[in-house]
Nanobody, 121 residues
Framework: QVQLVESGGGLVQPGGSLRLSCAAS????????MNWYRQAPGKERELVAS???????NYADSVKGRFTISRDNAKNTVYLQMNSLKFEDTAVYYC???????????????WGQGTQVTVSS
């Protein structure tokens, strides 16, 4: 099995910054994409940012220029640096990883438990 453990959420004022981390552990041969999603109350879960194993990144339009996704492949960890936070960034943020557990096996999606980010004055 694979576990994803997120950390770094919390309460921050508008304009502030937070850094989320997500560490993957367990039976891992390789990790393809690592992604951050978020879900606000009453809304569907949305993709915020993604990063490939080679470091290519994509962002939702709503966070471009403010959020930066990065990863440390040696540590199986993905980060989300969030700057210039806005009220509308308030949500539960989830880490997602596409993992191959053996060299010849299929890839599976794994999810973290979520971490709350609240932007409030």
């Amino acid at each position: 099995q694979v576990q994803l453990v997120e950390s770094g959420g919390g309460l921050v004022q508008p304009g502030g910054s937070l850094r989320l981390s997500c560490a993957a552990s367990g039976s891992i041969f390789s990790i393809n994409a690592m992604n951050w999603y978020r879900q606000a109350p009453g809304k569907e879960r949305e993709l915020v940012a993604s990063i490939s194993s080679g470091g290519s990144t994509n962002y939702a339009d709503s966070v471009k220029g403010r959020f930066t996704i990065s990863r440390d492949n040696a540590k199986n960890t993905v980060y989300l640096q969030m700057n210039s936070l806005k009220f509308e960034d308030t949500a539960v943020y989830y880490c997602n990883a596409v993992v191959r557990q053996t060299g010849w096996g299929p890839m599976y999606d794994y999810w973290g438990q979520g971490t709350q980010v609240t932007v409030s004055s």
